[in-house]
């Protein structure tokens, strides 16, 4: 096995010049750097990363910590930590996962003051984050996917909620639909102040209000019995919706399966967009869903370069960095029918996707 005295030797420097190109502890100049990375690649040498740690001060780990006792991993959130992991391995770091939610904040505390990773990249942020609230107490660096309130944060990148509720809103209106509910996330995850659930209901009231018209929120267990029970109960409304937009991925799938159940053809009689999910949710149900797909695989690789950008001190963005969601055409939205009344109720066929942008 190679050593630092082979690799010196190989690129006739000394041994004290090869530490400072390995660890960044001093300046040297680019052809040497490229002479010692070329005899460290032809001796197959790989520096040993505790010894860098040791060297730099700096553990080469960062954490990503999301509330893995409270949220299933599904395919949505997994395009966010595997963004996240590509990026780190593209700046050389290593990511690792911490479980942890806003009530275990004292706990990720503990580990972030072990020095176990030189920061902290936050998930599934509320409004009032303790787990962002003890890391600032702490000077622990961090970045949020999410946003923990309403000030300018430039740590902080999340989704575009207010954009992506006006396109759903804008699509469905647009095909004729005027009586719109919003199948969102639970009433506990609005009482505990999670930012999606929140922004996701303040956009989706005002992109209606801009139009004129209102519409029903519903509040939902990430299940889909919770969701088949929700989507029961605004058919059994006198002022039914015809078209339901859902920020609820798991949800969603009952709420298709009630549809069915009680006679509605998706999308002829009834419309239904799924926000901030992925594809492969959207393949789960019969029709295959039309989504605004989740920025995520983005959103966690910007997560990871904004906190490695403030570990090496470079400048910072004026504010939050905000995504909108991507469209992707699926087959349950069209043109709003008739009342079930009518007797020349017709089906029609989906509309084209609004063009992007």
Partial sequence: MATMQDVARRAQVSLSTVSYAINNTRPISAATRERIERAMRELDFRPNQIARSLASRRSNIIALTFPGTENAMGSTIMEFITGAAQAARERDMHLVVWPYAADQADEMLQMSRQGLADGVIVMEVRRDDARVRLLDEHRIPLTMIGRAGDEPDARCVDIDFDATAETAVAHLVELGHTRIALLNQSAGSRDHGYGPTLRIADGFRAALGRRGLTGEIRWCEPTPLAGRRATDELLDRPDRPTAVVAMNENA?????????????????????????????????????LTTLHSPGADLGRLGVHNLLDRLDGRPAADGPTLLPCRWEAGHSTGPAAPAPTDPHLTAHPPADPPPVG
């Avoid at 298709?256 to 959207?282: E, Y």
């Fill in 252 to 288: 969603v799938i009952g709420a298709v399966g009630a549809l069915t159940a009680r006679g509605h053809l998706v999308p002829q009689t009834f419309s239904v967009l799924s926000i901030v999910t992925s594809p492969l949710m959207a393949q789960m149900v019969e029709p295959d």
